[in-house]
């Protein structure tokens, strides 16, 4: 079976490096678990004694402790360095920016607005570096803007980076039109983006495509809807030992792509497989 | 007659300051026309002895110069203040805020992006406050940002007082999607939009409109055709001279608008002709 991958799929870029650094430091450990995929923590383990920490309190002096690509809250990081721990920074420089324009703007009297998820530990980061954190408002939808008072009427605004820019510009054009500045800093990034817009156009190329990630992994469902539109032959596995050779009946061309936790080890595999059927 | 007037109409805010000052200052002249009224011209220079240059060259030293409610370009400024005239600063506060957000923006490293007309002296005024003229760029429309190349990818947005925020919204918007910082300052005024919407709301109300202003006046215009929507016995007249009393016949209530360069006195006029049909 011939094979062809997507333009974009799998890690971005900042998983990526994040991976490089944990296999750069042996015998250290991350706070909380790199990815979401348990197949390569458990590589990082077996091979490069990579452990995991879920709480700051299981950290010990001298340990070598791995922050992950989202970041951790500033006094969390404070605290790491407190306990004389060795801080290796993984975070995704995309998150890293967000966290400095909240710091600065902060610093510069702007009231503070986050279009992301509140729980979501990358938001929990940026907005933990805001001076004041009675004037950082975090919203999913421009609904909610309406119960926020600012301090301010100059607003700076940041995006989680897997966020949609339509909602975003929403929110900052409800804000424009009723305050005299407002900041907009764009941060979101283009990488779940790209996937699916390369998953689009392959899947208009082939014949049958596979879809690898986890089948609970919200972008990796999201991957597999997308082909679906476009080839009714669209599967959706978590490795090789799924596929099935009915699938390959009478077709000639094969499209790939993986979701954003996928290790490109466990997408080759799945490559060779169906190469050779 | 009974007469109702639109709950807001005629002159703004900077207007009627400007028209204040000038008054204030007896034996002066301004700096071009202080608005597109001639009775109104006419007044100042009969009462207060207020003249009227149209170029720089001809204000002598010592005279006292009225700069209008657009403002002037910087240099201009400069070369009046040069020439040791007394210059006496009418420009509308709201537009010396973009004019400051120009300069401080410029010196700041943003690259400007004005939204309004080349042509218009409010404009050349604000642009003419950059460091650099070479990364000021005005725009009427969301297609003329194709061929703009800002040397920054962090740009400073002002809008013309007078523009319409919806296509100010369309512009920032294709600015943030393209860039990594925009920051926008709401520098629109709602004046003449206040006015369109009382018009709008008295003209459902009355039995007849009559809306006050020059027949060449693209305002006054808008008003008009803004009021036929409503009330088709919607008149427009430049003063009392032209009403026809056969207009109000069988009708009990008359509403009243005015264009934004309609002085006062000429709507009073008008408001006692109609009191006594």
Same mark, same amino acid.
């Given at each position: 079976m011939k094979v062809k991958l997507a333009s974009n799929y799998g890690f971005c870029f900042g998983v990526k490096r994040a991976i490089k650094i944990a296999q750069d430091y042996k015998d250290s450990a991350t706070m909380g678990p790199l990815i979401h995929n348990q197949d390569e923590i458990n590589r990082l383990k077996n091979d490069f004694n990579v452990g995991l920490y879920t709480d700051l309190k299981e950290v010990k002096d001298k340990d070598t402790v791995i922050i992950r690509t989202h970041g951790i809250p500033k006094n969390? #990081?404070?605290t790491l360095k407190e306990r004389d721990a060795k801080v290796i920074n993984a975070t995704c420089p995309f998150v890293t920016t967000p966290q400095q324009i909240v710091k600065k703007m902060s610093k510069e009297g702007y009231s503070i607005l986050i279009f992301g998820d509140k729980k979501h530990p990358e938001v929990k980061g940026v907005a933990s570096?805001?001076?004041?954190?009675?004037?950082?408002?975090?919203? #999913?939808?421009?609904n909610e803007l309406k119960d926020i008072n600012f301090k301010k009427n100059k607003i700076a605004t940041v995006a989680q980076t897997t966020k949609k820019k339509e909602k975003y510009l929403e929110i900052i054009n409800y804000l424009i039109l009723r305050n005299k500045e407002i900041r907009v800093f764009n941060t979101i990034c283009d990488a779940t983006f790209e996937n699916q817009d390369a998953a689009r156009a392959l899947s208009k190329e082939v014949d049958i495509m596979v879809v690898i990630g986890g089948k609970h992994s919200s972008n990796t469902k999201q991957l597999h809807a997308i082909c679906l539109e476009n080839c009714q032959d669209s599967y959706l596995i978590e490795n090789e030992t799924e596929l099935d050779k009915q699938w390959f009946k009478n077709k000639n061309l094969c499209g790939i792509t993986a979701g954003a936790s996928t290790p490109d080890w466990i997408i080759q595999k799945v490559v060779k497989t169906i190469e050779n059927i």
């Amino acid at each position: 079976m011939k094979v062809k991958l997507a333009s974009n799929y799998g890690f971005c870029f900042g998983v990526k490096r994040a991976i490089k650094i944990a296999q750069d430091y042996k015998d250290s450990a991350t706070m909380g678990p790199l990815i979401h995929n348990q197949d390569e923590i458990n590589r990082l383990k077996n091979d490069f004694n990579v452990g995991l920490y879920t709480d700051l309190k299981e950290v010990k002096d001298k340990d070598t402790v791995i922050i992950r690509t989202h970041g951790i809250p500033k006094n969390d #990081l404070k605290t790491l360095k407190e306990r004389d721990a060795k801080v290796i920074n993984a975070t995704c420089p995309f998150v890293t920016t967000p966290q400095q324009i909240v710091k600065k703007m902060s610093k510069e009297g702007y009231s503070i607005l986050i279009f992301g998820d509140k729980k979501h530990p990358e938001v929990k980061g940026v907005a933990s570096y805001a001076q004041n954190p009675d004037d950082v408002h975090i919203i #999913l939808d421009i609904n909610e803007l309406k119960d926020i008072n600012f301090k301010k009427n100059k607003i700076a605004t940041v995006a989680q980076t897997t966020k949609k820019k339509e909602k975003y510009l929403e929110i900052i054009n409800y804000l424009i039109l009723r305050n005299k500045e407002i900041r907009v800093f764009n941060t979101i990034c283009d990488a779940t983006f790209e996937n699916q817009d390369a998953a689009r156009a392959l899947s208009k190329e082939v014949d049958i495509m596979v879809v690898i990630g986890g089948k609970h992994s919200s972008n990796t469902k999201q991957l597999h809807a997308i082909c679906l539109e476009n080839c009714q032959d669209s599967y959706l596995i978590e490795n090789e030992t799924e596929l099935d050779k009915q699938w390959f009946k009478n077709k000639n061309l094969c499209g790939i792509t993986a979701g954003a936790s996928t290790p490109d080890w466990i997408i080759q595999k799945v490559v060779k497989t169906i190469e050779n059927i």
